[in-house]
């Protein structure tokens, strides 16, 4: 039975990997700015860009529950006369789709003849 010629490997080469990331203490610094309680003095004041910045207080709203209508307005005719009315407007925009897409595959067709005609038809 034939075995294969076994040749010396080399080891795997591995890539080297990036440290982990570092917490930065400056977002540590600024959350600790934000969370301290402002002097009132400030509070009156209109903040500027050195002035830490206080927390926004959420308001309650009041939504208004939407109620139902007890009746419909329309009636069942009035719905059949409307499925009516959009299949006659569908019907008719679908005509003239296709009058269209006729007419451009006349011009394309007349000037894919002409353009092979005068490719490879002349005449000497």
């Keep these: 039975m034939p075995t294969k010629a ?11 990997r990036k ?3 570092k917490v930065n203490k400056t977002i540590k610094e ?7 309680p402002t002097p009132k003095s400030l509070d009156k004041v209109q903040p500027s860009l050195n002035t830490p910045v206080a927390k926004s207080i959420v308001t309650e709203v009041k939504v208004e529950k939407k109620v139902r209508p007890s009746k419909p307005n329309l009636t069942y005719s ?39 005609n005068r490719a490879f038809n002349q005449t000497k």
């Design 19 to 21: 440290s982990t990331a």
């Design 30 to 36: 600024v959350q600790a700015v934000l969370d301290a």
């Design 6 to 16: 076994t040749t010396p490997r080399t080891p795997r080469k591995t890539r080297a």
């Design 78 to 116: 009035d719905y059949i006369e409307d499925a009516k009315v959009r299949w006659s407007i569908h019907s008719y925009e679908t005509s003239e789709l296709w009058s269209d897409v006729v007419k451009l595959s006349v011009v394309v067709t007349d000037y894919v003849k002409v353009s092979y």
